[in-house]
């Protein structure tokens, strides 16, 4: 078992629930967030219900890159090694390119993926003098095909993740090394909270306990929950683009 292990983004939603599911389990945890008053509470919770654990917090805004480098670093010191990082901090895109918001789609990229190429470095430079760890990115169905109007933005973000996971899992094959890419279906979160066309949603408890189960297997590739987005990604990628527009 993994037992070391860094969440970003885990001061809500489906890194809160990692969080919490992992502490379940025994393990130790790196937490950090923007909202360090939610990672105070969550770890004191944490340190009652497994009074044996360590819950180490930090600030983090992952898009100050020297600061995702200083915190994982201290991070892996503090814990001796760093077993599993899983790189879960993001946001969701509200503007359709060419309406003027560049700058939210700009923040949206920068934190999703540019941001993700930080946590990726920050991880593996650990990983590669331990010769061991466990590397998780967080992609999406979403980043199966293009995505319309306000999602084309955090759609291709994380089409471009997955990609990222894919290359890292070429450099490492053969080695101690596990890179995992997951993608995600409708989960509940902030995220997608106000999407009317969520096909498939499923509560953030019986996302999160599929999300765990398939990251402990360590699988190269995963959608979550499997079914129905495994079979679905395949339907996705082999539809012609005609009536895939007139799906979406």
């Known amino acids: 078992m993994r037992r070391n292990i860094v969440i970003t983004g885990a001061s809500s939603g489906l890194g809160e629930g990692m969080a919490r599911s992992w502490a379940a389990k025994g393990c130790n945890l790196a937490l950090c967030a923007r909202r360090t008053e939610k990672l105070v509470q969550l770890q004191s919770e944490l340190l009652a219900a497994r009074p044996g654990i360590q819950v180490l917090v930090r600030s983090l805004d992952v898009c100050n890159h020297d600061q995702v480098f200083e915190v994982f670093q201290e991070f892996h010191k503090e814990l001796g090694t760093l077993d599993r990082v899983v790189v879960n901090a993001g946001m969701g895109s509200k503007s359709a390119i060419g309406h003027g918001d560049f700058a939210s789609n700009r923040q949206t990229a920068e934190t999703n993926f540019v941001a993700a190429i930080a946590q990726s470095e920050a991880a593996m430079e650990i ?122």
């Open 127 to 248: 990983f590669r003098k331990q010769n061991s760890g466990h590397l998780v990115l967080m992609s999406s169905v979403s980043g199966v095909r293009g995505f319309r109007g306000p999602f084309n933005v955090y759609a291709a973000t994380k089409a471009a993740v997955a990609a990222l996971a894919e290359g890292l899992q070429l450099d490492t094959r053969g080695t101690p090394i596990r890179v995992t890419s997951i993608l995600p279906g409708y989960i509940l979160t902030d995220i997608n909270r106000e999407v009317k066309n969520a096909p498939f949603r499923v509560d953030l408890e019986t996302g999160v306990k599929a999300l765990v189960k398939a990251i402990d297997s360590e699988k190269r590739r995963a959608y979550v929950p499997w079914w129905p987005w495994t079979p679905l990604s395949y339907v996705l990628k082999a539809m012609p683009f005609g009536l895939f527009a007139r799906a979406m």
